[in-house]
């Protein structure tokens, strides 16, 4: 009998064991806070994938930078030593050139217009130039549109950015574009960036409506100008020999609950961006809402001729075309 006890013991210890050791755990961060459009997007991520593969996949979830910045995180996943992060796309023109396009000023007229450039063909394709990177590009999220915050004054006009010295992302594209609204450009990590605000290093910086209430940035800038200047896409990364060695019904799982990601993302986004000025309005920030686009484009018309020539106007008409 005690025998019996026994080896009946040892099969489900045996049994524990196995499967512990069947269950792969893999890592996934976010520069923002886990109560964001971020944090719903890699948390919807990690159930779905856990839920798909019967929990033989776990994705453990870091937020706030706990890993490192957005650039760090990306150079991570490519080497392997992390083997997921959800980025915006900032820094990912240094590691897949060909998606710098998307930073463009002004291209994508409204989120309905962005999202559908990314979940058709332009996007999808896009997605596949970051598999010689050493990536596998999951699937496209979002940011949302990017607009202005400062300390020092109300920007009404592109004039009144002359001037101000600004966080931007480590992007290129956004640096030539804000260096050509007279902005003194100053390009920094996200996790860094609360601080530098409060303590002056910076004047202001420029983001979502989403990102702007999760990182609480109310509390150390006055000055809110809905300039929706840029579109602002993230995206989920996955190290791609990591994904290679996933079988065929895996590498399924993983894609699908990135779409599920995404979908939650996105209806967040939404949630944040109806309700986000009337929250940063009673939170004490002065906000311009009522901004003359057109004013904002025609001064950086000698900055989007840069842009034809780089990325080719067709290739830009091909996107803006886009219904």
Same mark, same amino acid.
């Given at each position: ?26 890592r996934i961060s976010i520069s ?16 779905? !994938?856990?839920?798909?593969?019967? /929990? ?10 706990? $890993? ?10 490519? @080497? ?5 992060? %959800? ?7 240094? %590691?897949?050139? +060909? ?44 940011? /949302? ?6 300390s020092k004054r109300d920007v ?16 290129? !594209?956004? #640096? ?13 990590? %996200? ?14 910086? +420029? ?9 609480? %940035? ?5 000055? @809110? ?20 060695? $996933? ?12 779409? +599920? ?7 967040? !986004? ?17 906000? #311009? ?20 020539k780089q990325f080719g106007k067709?290739? @830009? ?7």
């Amino acid at each position: 009998m005690q025998l019996t006890r026994l080896v009946v013991g040892l099969s489900l210890a045996l049994g524990f064991v196995a499967t512990a050791a069947a269950q792969t755990t893999m890592r996934i961060s976010i520069s923002t806070a886990q109560n964001s459009h971020q944090g719903v997007a890699i948390d919807t991520f990690a159930k779905e !994938v856990e839920k798909r593969t019967g /929990g033989r996949y776990k994705v453990q979830t870091f937020y706030n930078g706990a $890993l490192g910045g957005e650039r760090e995180s990306i150079e991570a996943v490519q @080497l392997g030593t992390q083997e997921l992060a %959800f980025s915006s796309t900032g820094p990912i023109p240094n %590691f897949v050139p +060909e998606t710098k396009i998307l930073d463009v000023p002004f291209l994508f007229r409204d989120k309905a217009h962005a999202r559908a450039v990314l979940d058709g063909p332009i996007g999808q394709e896009m997605l596949t130039k970051f598999d010689a990177k050493g990536f596998k590009a999951l699937a496209w999220a979002e940011n /949302g549109f990017r607009h202005m915050t400062n300390s020092k004054r109300d920007v009404k006009e592109p004039g009144d950015l002359k001037g101000l010295k600004m966080r931007t992302m480590e992007n290129p !594209v956004h #640096i030539a574009a804000y260096k050509g609204f007279g902005i003194i450009t100053t390009p920094m990590a %996200f996790p860094e960036v609360f601080t530098a605000l409060q303590q002056g290093t910076v004047d202001g910086q +420029e983001n979502p409506l989403p990102v702007i209430i999760s990182a609480k %940035f109310d509390q150390v800038q006055k000055h @809110l100008t809905l300039t929706g200047h840029v579109y602002s896409p993230c995206i989920f990364v996955m190290n791609k020999a990591s994904f290679d060695k $996933l079988s065929a019904a895996d590498k399924q799982a993983f894609i699908d609950a990135a779409k +599920e990601g995404t979908k939650a993302n996105r209806a967040r !986004v939404d949630e944040d961006d109806a309700k986000g000025v009337a929250d940063l309005r009673a939170k004490g920030m002065t906000v #311009i809402d009522n901004v003359d686009k057109a004013k904002f484009v025609a001064t950086l018309a000698p900055v989007n001729a840069e842009f034809e020539k780089q990325f080719g106007k067709a290739a @830009l008409d091909k996107i803006r075309d886009v219904k």
